[in-house]
Structures are given as C-alpha cells and as structure tokens.
C-alpha cells in the first residue's frame, strides 16, 4: 500500500482500529519494528490465528511505498501459526515514519503501530562496505618458508628474484632501493624464538608461503608465494611495501 | 665444449688446490638428488637457462685460499656465503681456516669435500676476523691461518652459519638440475674443489656449468682453471663427481642471523 499522510492523521487512524477492537479478545498480535536502515526491510511479526494483514505507513516526511512480501508461513516454537512479512520502504529517506499494520483473525482485529526510524544505510548496514585502507607505507620484511627439497624451478626463480637483479630493475632492485629485508627460510629450520611464530603459522599454508610484514610486526599478508616476481612485487607494494 | 687436460703447470703460481678423493660413498651421509627428485630433462634446459637468475650475482667476493690447500673449506664457505647473500640478505665474510683446521688432521695437506660438509654441518663456521664481525660476533677466526687457536666457545658463533642439508648428486646432470633450482654445488675436478653455481648454453648448442674459484681474483687464469668465475664441460664436471663426490646446498642454518619482528597479528 501507498500512504502520504501526516504523522498525526496516522495516529488517529490507528486510535480508532484500536477503540475498534477493545472488546474483542484479540487472537492476532502484531509487532513491527522500531528501526530498519535505509532501502532495507521491515520484518513485521504477526502471531495466532492470522487470517489477513493489512499494511498503512505513514511517513512523516517523503513519501515512501510498502510493499507486503509473505516471507514465511508456518508454526512458531509454541505450535501457534505464524506470519512473517517483510516490509520493504521503497527508497525512503532517513527519518521518522509511523507504521501502523492491522491483522485479522476470526472476527477479530489487531493493530500495532510503531513509530518508524529509518537509519541512514552507513550506519546500520553498509551498502557498499568500506575497502579496507591501505598499509601505511614504510620498511617491510619478506619472510618466505619453504621446504627446499621440495622447491620447483619456477619457485627458484622467485626466490632467486628477490636478491638477483635482472635488467632493467626488477624485485630485487626494487627491495633493495627501498630497504626492504628478506628472510628466506627452510622450514626444518632449527628452532628459534624469533622464528618460531612464523614457522607455527606457515604450519596451514601450502608451502612456499610468504609474509609480509611492517617493521612493528603487524602481519600485512600471509599466503602462498606468488607464482611470478611480477606478483610479488604487486603484492608487496598493495600491502604499503 | 673442448677437454682441456689436467695440468698441474697451468695453477697459477701463489694458488693453491687441494682436494682429496672422497671418503664415503654416495647416499652415505645425505640423501641422493637423483632419488629425491626427477632430473630436469635436457630439452627443456634451454628454456631454463633463459629464464634463470644464475646465481653467480649472489657471490659478492671470491674467496682466496692463496698458497694453502684449503680449497674444499673455500667452496664450502663460498656456498654458505652465497646462501646467506640471498636468504639473509647478508654478505657476511667467513673464515675458511674455521673450516679446514678442523678437517686437516694438523697438517696443510688437503682434505676431501666430504670432511668440509660434516664439519660446516656439525658446527658450521666462524665469521671471518674483519673489524665489522668483531663487532658484530663474540666470536671471529683468520680466513686462512689455520694454525691459530679457536676462541673458547666458538661453536656458538660457528652455529650461525651451518650448512643444514645437502643433497649427495651422482652426475652432472643431477648438478645441472640442482643449480636449476638454486642450490650451490660443491665438487672437485683435477684435485681441486670449486662451487658451482649455474649452467650455461654455448654458441655450439651444447652446456657448460659455471664455478667460482678459490683463487680470490675476477678474471681468467688461463689454462685449465680460471680466476674467479670458470666453466666447465658436463664431461668434466661427471669424471670429477664421480672422484671427488658432489653435494648440493639446500639449506642453511642462517635464522639466527635475522633479526625478525614478533608477529602482532
């Protein structure tokens, strides 16, 4: 249903359902919610003998469509039939509406209304979730474990690359011009304090994997080692490197 | 590529050589390449050998027996400096006396490659005695005088710079895929022993392998070694494993080297 009324013309009609329906022992009971975000859905709750649900919103402000969406129909845990429905407020601005929902059941009437807060969608679910920001750039530390019986030529080549230029620049250059360190570990390494942290948890990544990792320790990626010094050293400079 | 025939006239006067047959047999110590692994076959080496960061750009200085017979501690030590070059990212010179005086049996009489292995294995090696390790280590050693006595506790410094496992290669084609996966090889050739470090393709379509020589200079010798960096035959390098054993460097004990952040996360 469509409603453009004003927030007090909402109130009168919902007295009046109510007044309606005093003396009646009322076998359907409605809840509506007090908050929903922006663009999002209103679960409305109507509980007992539901036999028709009617919808009436009334924003206070804009104008806003509702549309009645059964979502579920069945018993609750107290073997009672059960309605749930989905308000879905068409774009509405944030502000405040007043929802009246009206269920009938046997000759009998329930109503609720609510007043409606619709959030802004950032605060409540974000639409589009934020990217995670970017690494503060600085030093980093290439820490690879391997097990070396077991590295491949295109491996070597990666592990090569990191200490060996080639023309034209290349990872090595690129580490070494912005002090970068490298570690370049095998995993039957004896153990030591320092490195046991990362051996543990190289303990669930196919092997070579690599960490990066800033100068203060904060773990900025963990994962197999890429399969190109091209793809190391995108990775390295997304992660502030 | 063309068979230069030993000549013991052709080491240049002031080099010496050293190396004596090996005294286990292959498999003995550490486990055989050729069994561990497949062999990178021949044709797909050229490709390889195109796309590979030989490691000769890891040796960051030739080490130099001079007059001694050191050569199987220099390869080794050569090996070890390399590895630390790219897995530390540390050019930490060592001593070689470190080595040899513990497999000489007190004389200046050569020692086989086999012994040099278990000693950098056991205890491993001293940082050389440059003023930059002494202040960095509690414990230093002379690259070459190999009389002078080892500082008491020695091993604990020597334990840094361990040669941890090695693959014991029965060919030079077992050596050819080792450097092809970034391992150094230490082997000997003509009672001398060399590390070598990558392969090449010649003009001629066939290979060559690459060494660094002991001999402490960048730069051809002439004859059949060279200063610095060498090449040699396939056929060369299989009669000489064959005599002197090969072994590949897979790993080494350099963690206590690095100075790694705790992880935070």
């Known amino acids: ?241 | 590529m063309a068979e230069i025939p030993l000549d013991v006239r052709a080491v240049p006067p002031g080099c010496g050589t050293g190396c004596l047959p090996r005294n286990t047999k292959l498999g003995d110590r550490w486990p055989i390449l050729e069994d561990q692994l497949t062999e990178i076959p021949e044709a797909d080496w050229p490709e390889l050998i195109e796309q590979q960061r030989s490691m000769e750009w890891l040796v960051w200085e030739v080490l130099n027996q001079k007059s001694t017979n050191s050569c199987t501690a220099n390869a080794t030590a050569q090996g070890i400096e390399t590895i630390c070059n790219r897995q530390a990212k540390q050019q930490i010179p060592l001593s070689q006396a470190s080595i040899y005086k513990m497999i000489n049996g007190g004389r200046d009489a050569g020692s086989s490659i086999d012994d040099a292995l278990e000693q950098i294995a056991t205890d491993g090696a001293l940082p050389a005695d440059t003023a930059e390790n002494k202040a960095r280590f509690a414990h230093t050693f002379p690259r070459l005088d190999w009389r002078a006595s080892l500082p008491d506790g020695w091993r604990e410094t020597a334990g840094l710079f361990k040669g941890l496992e090695w693959f014991d290669i029965g060919g030079a084609r077992g050596l050819v895929t080792a450097v092809l996966l970034g391992h150094p090889v230490v082997t000997g050739r003509d009672g001398h022993a060399l590390c070598y470090l990558a392969v090449v393709r010649l003009p001629d379509g066939s290979f060559a392998l690459v060494y660094v020589n002991s001999w402490g200079q960048w730069g051809v010798a002439g004859g059949s070694m060279s200063y610095g960096f060498g090449r040699d035959s396939l056929a060369r390098v299989d009669r000489g494993i064959r005599s002197y054993g090969g072994w590949a460097l897979r790993s080494a004990n350099l963690a206590g080297l690095l100075d790694l952040p705790a992880p935070q996360n």
Not at chain 1, 81 to 88: D, K, S, T, V
Not at chain 1, 100 to 105: C, D, E, F, G, H
Not at chain 1, 117 to 141: L, M, Y
Request: hydrophobic share 45%; with cysteine; glycine share 10%.
């Open chain 1, 1 to 241: 249903m469509r409603g453009k009324y004003s927030i007090a013309a909402a109130a009168m009609l919902a007295a009046v359902l109510m007044a309606a329906t005093a003396t009646a022992e009322p076998k359907a009971v409605v809840t509506v919610p007090n908050v929903i975000p922006e663009g999002g859905v209103a679960f409305v709750n109507t509980e007992g003998s539901v036999g028709e649900v009617t919808f009436v919103v009334f924003p206070t402000e804009a104008a806003g469509y509702l549309i009645r969406l059964p979502i579920f129909e069945g018993l609750d845990a107290k073997k009672q039939p059960i309605i749930r429905l989905a308000a879905l407020l068409n774009a509405p601005p944030p502000g405040e509406y007043f929802l009246v929902v009206v269920a009938s059941a046997d000759g009998s009437i329930d109503a609720a209304g609510a007043k409606l807060t619709v959030r802004s969608g950032e605060e409540v679910i974000p639409p589009n979730p934020q990217p995670e920001p970017a690494p503060q750039p600085g030093r980093r530390w290439l820490i690879v474990i391997e097990e070396s019986q077991q590295r491949t030529t295109q491996q070597a080549q990666v592990i090569n690359s990191l200490r060996i230029p080639q023309q034209g620049g290349g990872l090595a250059t690129y580490l070494d011009g912005k002090g970068h360190q490298v570690a370049i570990l095998d995993r039957d390494q004896p153990a030591q304090p320092a490195l046991a942290p990362y051996l543990e948890a190289a303990g669930d990544l196919d092997l070579p994997c690599v960490f990066i990792v800033d100068e203060a320790g904060t773990v900025l990626a963990k994962q197999p080692l890429p399969g190109t010094a091209d793809d190391l050293l995108a990775l390295l400079k997304s992660k502030g490197g």
